[in-house]
C-alpha cells in the first residue's frame, strides 16, 4: 500500500515539474506568426501581379499555409516554384493551373511610349512595385530595373501606349545552355 | 637567398604542349591592318564609355574611351588614323554576341599622340604609379582581364607575397615564353614597379620548367640587377596543366590555399601575369599605354606559325593571312588555348587584350568532340581535378538542375581548367554542364536580388497607402469632431441665454442710442428755452427747469442701460456665430426663394410653350391654357417680390 503511495507521489510530482517546464517554455519560446508563411513567401516570384487572385505574394503565401489554396496558381513562378512549396509542405506537385495564366519562357518589361503619354498616373497607381516615374499631366516612364513584368500597368492606361517588351539578352546576363541530352547509343536509336 | 620550397597541387593532366612550332622564331611586328576593331568592353567590370565621334582624327596611344568605373578600363588608340563608325560587331566571345565597337580606319602613319613616362619610377610615388596604370588602360593580360590598377590598389600592408604568373600552362600558347626570352629586362623593371607599388616581403616568378631559356634569360636580368632589394627570384616548377592557373600557382609556391569565395589577397599574395608586368613597364616608364600584345598565331594551318606584336583591334583574318595560314585547311579556330578558349564563328572578330593565342587546328589536330557516351562512374575526373572537387556528382547534379546540391558541392570553386572532360573516358563535355549551372546560379542569384527589391517595394507600398488612408480617415474624424463640438457649444450656449434675449441686446443698443440722441436734443432744446425763458424773465422758467431735469435723469437713465447692453453684447462668444448664422439663414431663404422662382420661370414657360404649339394648332384648350399661362406669371410674378423683399 505504500509503496503505490509513493509511486503515485512520485508521478504526480513529475507530472508536475514537467508541466511546469513545458509551460515555461511555451512562453517563452512562444513563435510569433506563422513562420511556414516567410517561407513561402521567399519561394514565391515577388512580382506581386496578382495573377493568383490574391492581391501580391504574400496573401497568396498565406492563404496556402491556412491550407485552404491550391499551390500551382502562380504563373510568373511556374513549376520550378510549384516544385519547391510541394517540396516544403511535403505535398504532391500539381501542374500550373492554366485558368490563372501561362508560364512564360521569356522575362518582360513594361516600357512606356513616352511620347503618347498623356500623364494620367493611372499606371502609377496600378504598379504595385512603385516602379513607374511620372505626375500629373507629366510623361512618365518605367524604371526599368525595378519593373517586374507582372503587366498590372497595361489594362488601366487609357491610351494603350504601355508595350510588354521581353527583356533583351546581354553578354553581362548570357550563359552557358546545357549540352543537349543526346547520348551516343540515343542517337543511335534515333537515326 | 632561400630557394623556394615547392609544393604540388592534387590532380592535373599532361597534354601534348605543342609549344615548339610557335618558338622558333622570334616576334614579330604584325602589319597595320586598314582598319581596327576595338570592343569597348574588353576586361572584366563596366564597359568603357566611348568618348570620340565617327571622322575623328585620333593619333597612336590617343584616349578613344573612358572607363566608367574604378573597376572598368581605358581604351586607347593602336595606331593613328579616323574613326569610323561606332556600332555592334562581332567579337571573340562565347555567346556569339555583338558589342559596341569602335572602329578606327588606319592611316598608316603610325603617329604618336604626345606621351612621357614617369622619371624616376623606382622612386615615385605608389599613388602616382597607379593612376598612371590606371591612365594607360592596363588589363591582366593572362586570360580573366581584370583590370590592373584595382589589383595594384590592394593596400601594400594587406600583401606579403607577390607572384608574376610565367607559367603558361595550357598547350600551343608561348606568347609570354617569347615575350620572356626577348624582354626580359623590361618584364623585371615592370615587377620592380609593381613591387614599389605593393611592397610585398617577396616576389616569385613562377614558370613552368619547360621554358629553360625563358627561366634563364630571367635570372640573368635578376642578377645584372643592381641591388636586389624586393628579392625577387625564379622558381622553375613541374610541367603540368593547369598549374598556371591562379589558385594553383598559389598552392605550387607557397603551399597555401586561396579560401573558399575569397580571393589570393585574403592570404597576403597578389598575382600578375608577366604580359601585364611588361605592359606596366610600357606605361610608366615610356608613357605608352597599353595598344599592343604579344599573340601566338599557331596550329597545323599555319605554315608559319609565331609570336605577333599586335596591335589591338586588328581582325584575325589579317593576322591568319600573316602567318600563311590555309584557311581551307583549317577545321576550327580557337581564341584562347584548346583548353579553355573560345571557338570563333568566323575571324572577322578582332584582337582584344586578352587575346593570348589563335589556334587555326586542321581536323586531324583537333577532331570534333567524339560522342557522348553514359558516365561509367570511373572516377577519373575525381582524379584530374586541380580543384578537388567532385567532378562526377557536379555532373549529375548539373545535368538534373539539382543546383542546391551543385552549390553544395562546390560547384563555384571550379576553375573551368577542362581536366575533367580531357580525361573523361566517355567523352562527356563535364565543363559546358558546369558553366551551365555555375550560369543558372548567377542568374538565380540576381534574380533572387531582383525579387527581394520587389518585396521590399511592395511593402513600403502597401505600407504607405495604408499610411494614407489612415490619414484620410484621421483627418475626416478630426473634422467630424470639431463639428459635433461646435454643435454642442450651440446647444450649451442657447441654453444659457435663452434665444429670445440674444439678438435683443443688439437691437436694444441701437434703439437706445436713438432714444439717448433724442434725450441729448430734448435737453438741448429745453437748456435753450429755459436760458430765452431766463432772459425774458418769464415764469415759464421754473416749470423748464423741472422737465429739463427730469430730461437729464432719463438721458442718464439711457446711458446707463446702453453701456450695461454694450457689455452683454461683447461679453457672450457665441454672439458672432449667432450673427452669422443668421446671415446664414438668410441666404439660405433667398437661395430656397431663387429656386422657387427659378422653378416658376421654367413652369410658365413650359405652359407658354404648350399654350403656342396649341394656338397654332387651334384646339380648343387655347382658352384653358390661356389662363394657366396667366396663373403661372401670377405665381412668378410673387415668388420675385418674395425674392427681392428677402433681399433687402
Redesign the interface.
Known amino acids: 500500500m505504500n509503496i503505490i503511495l509513493i509511486a503515485i507521489g512520485a508521478l504526480v510530482v513529475l507530472a508536475l515539474v514537467f508541466g511546469a517546464i513545458l509551460g515555461f517554455a511555451a512562453i517563452r519560446f512562444k513563435v510569433e506568426g506563422n513562420p511556414i508563411v516567410d517561407q513561402l513567401?521567399a519561394l514565391l516570384?515577388?512580382?506581386?501581379c496578382g495573377q493568383c487572385s490574391y492581391p501580391?505574394?504574400r496573401p497568396y503565401a498565406e492563404a496556402i499555409a491556412q491550407g485552404d489554396e491550391k499551390i500551382n496558381k502562380c504563373p510568373p513562378g511556374g513549376e520550378s516554384t510549384i516544385n519547391a512549396i510541394a517540396d516544403l509542405l511535403g505535398v504532391d506537385p500539381e501542374p500550373l493551373d492554366a485558368e490563372h495564366g501561362e508560364e512564360k519562357d521569356v522575362k518582360l518589361l513594361a516600357v512606356i511610349r513616352e511620347d503618347e503619354c498623356i500623364g494620367c498616373t493611372k499606371c502609377i497607381q496600378a504598379c504595385?512595385?512603385?516602379?513607374i516615374l511620372g505626375a500629373a499631366k507629366q510623361m512618365h516612364t518605367v524604371i526599368a530595373k525595378?519593373c517586374?513584368g507582372c503587366d498590372l500597368c497595361v489594362e488601366p492606361c487609357p491610351v494603350d501606349c504601355i508595350d510588354m517588351v521581353p527583356v533583351e539578352?546581354?553578354?553581362q546576363?548570357?550563359?552557358?545552355?546545357?549540352?543537349s541530352?543526346?547520348?551516343?547509343?540515343d542517337?543511335v536509336k534515333a537515326a | 637567398m632561400k630557394p623556394i620550397q615547392l609544393h604540388d597541387f592534387s590532380g592535373g593532366i599532361h597534354p601534348n604542349e605543342n609549344k615548339i612550332q610557335s618558338t622558333t622564331l622570334e616576334i614579330l611586328d604584325a602589319k597595320i591592318p586598314e582598319k581596327l576593331i576595338l570592343p569597348i568592353a574588353q576586361h572584366i567590370g563596366a564597359p568603357s564609355k566611348p568618348i570620340v565621334n565617327p571622322g575623328d582624327i585620333v593619333l597612336k596611344g590617343q584616349l578613344i574611351a573612358q572607363g566608367e568605373d574604378f573597376v572598368s578600363c581605358n581604351l586607347h588608340a593602336p595606331t593613328s588614323g579616323v574613326i569610323g563608325d561606332i556600332t555592334q560587331k562581332s567579337v571573340p566571345h562565347q555567346s556569339n554576341m555583338a558589342a559596341l565597337c569602335i572602329e578606327i580606319i588606319t592611316d598608316g602613319k603610325d603617329k604618336w599622340v604626345k606621351h612621357q613616362g614617369v622619371e624616376n619610377y623606382l622612386q615615385a610615388d605608389a599613388s602616382q604609379l597607379i593612376e598612371k596604370i590606371q591612365q594607360a588602360g592596363i588589363t591582366g593580360l593572362g586570360g580573366a582581364g581584370f583590370p590592373t590598377h584595382v589589383k595594384a590598389s590592394i593596400p601594400a600592408s594587406k600583401i606579403d607575397t607577390l607572384i608574376i604568373n610565367a607559367a603558361e600552362c595550357e598547350p600551343y600558347i608561348t606568347a609570354d615564353d617569347l615575350l620572356m626570352r626577348e624582354h626580359a629586362h623590361e618584364i623585371i623593371q615592370g615587377i620592380e614597379i609593381l613591387c614599389q607599388i605593393l611592397k610585398p616581403k617577396q616576389c616569385i616568378i613562377g614558370i613552368e620548367n619547360n621554358k629553360p631559356q625563358a627561366i634563364e634569360t630571367l635570372q640573368n636580368s635578376i642578377s645584372s640587377l643592381a641591388n636586389n632589394s624586393h628579392h625577387i627570384q625564379v622558381a622553375s616548377i613541374p610541367t603540368k596543366y593547369p598549374s598556371g592557373g591562379e589558385k594553383q600557382l598559389i598552392q605550387i609556391l607557397t603551399g597555401n590555399e586561396v579560401p573558399n569565395g575569397g580571393l589570393p589577397a585574403d592570404i597576403g599574395i597578389v598575382l600578375q601575369n608577366v604580359g601585364t608586368a611588361y605592359a606596366i613597364y610600357q606605361a610608366i616608364a615610356k608613357g605608352e599605354p597599353l595598344i599592343s600584345r604579344i599573340t601566338t598565331v599557331t596550329g597545323d594551318a599555319c605554315d608559319q606559325p609565331r609570336n605577333f606584336r599586335v596591335l589591338l583591334g586588328t581582325q584575325v583574318k589579317d593576322l591568319l593571312t600573316q602567318a600563311n595560314t590555309n584557311l581551307k585547311k583549317t577545321s576550327r579556330l580557337i581564341m584562347g588555348g584548346p583548353m579553355m578558349g573560345v571557338t570563333l564563328q568566323d575571324a572577322e572578330v578582332p584582337v582584344v587584350k586578352t587575346t593570348n593565342c589563335i589556334i587555326a587546328a586542321s581536323k586531324h589536330e583537333l577532331p570534333n568532340p567524339a560522342m557522348e557516351q553514359a558516365c561509367i562512374r570511373c572516377g577519373m575526373c575525381t582524379q584530374a581535378c586541380p580543384a578537388q572537387l567532385l567532378p562526377q556528382q557536379l555532373y549529375w547534379f548539373a545535368k538534373s538542375s539539382n543546383l542546391d546540391q551543385a552549390k553544395a558541392h562546390n560547384i563555384g570553386d571550379c576553375i573551368e581548367c577542362g581536366a575533367c572532360s580531357y580525361v573523361c573516358p566517355s567523352n562527356i563535355p563535364l565543363v559546358q554542364y558546369y558553366r551551365f549551372a555555375k550560369g543558372e546560379i548567377k542568374q538565380a542569384h540576381a534574380d533572387k536580388i531582383k525579387s527581394d527589391g520587389a518585396k521590399k517595394r511592395f511593402d513600403t507600398r502597401t505600407a504607405r497607402l495604408e499610411r494614407e488612408i489612415a490619414e484620410k480617415e484621421a483627418k475626416r474624424k478630426a473634422r467630424a469632431e470639431a463639428a459635433a463640438k461646435k454643435q454642442a457649444d450651440k446647444k450649451a450656449e442657447l441654453a444659457k441665454n435663452p434665444a429670445p434675449s440674444e439678438p435683443a441686446p443688439q437691437v436694444d443698443i441701437e434703439a437706445l442710442q436713438k432714444k439717448l440722441d433724442a434725450t441729448k436734443m430734448a435737453i438741448e432744446k429745453s437748456k435753450a428755452k429755459l436760458a430765452e425763458a431766463q432772459a425774458t424773465n418769464s415764469a415759464k422758467v421754473e416749470l423748464l427747469q423741472g422737465a429739463l431735469e427730469k430730461a437729464q435723469a432719463k438721458m442718464k437713465d439711457i446711458a446707463l442701460t446702453i453701456s450695461q447692453a454694450k457689455k452683454d453684447a461683447k461679453s457672450p462668444a457665441g454672439t458672432n456665430t449667432e450673427k452669422s448664422s443668421v446671415k446664414v439663414e438668410a441666404t439660405d431663404v433667398i437661395e430656397g426663394l431663387k429656386q422657387k422662382v427659378l422653378a416658376a420661370k421654367t413652369r410658365m414657360e413650359k405652359a407658354q410653350e404648350r399654350l403656342n404649339m396649341a394656338k397654332e394648332q387651334n384646339l380648343d384648350t387655347v382658352d384653358a391654357l390661356q389662363l394657366g399661362v396667366n396663373k403661372q406669371k401670377e405665381k412668378l410674378d410673387a415668388a420675385q417680390k418674395n425674392l427681392e423683399e428677402a433681399a433687402q
Open positions: 513567401d516570384p515577388q512580382t506581386q501580391g505574394c504595385p512595385v512603385d516602379a525595378e517586374t539578352q546581354t553578354m546576363t548570357w550563359h552557358w545552355e546545357k549540352p541530352q543526346i547520348i551516343a547509343t542517337k
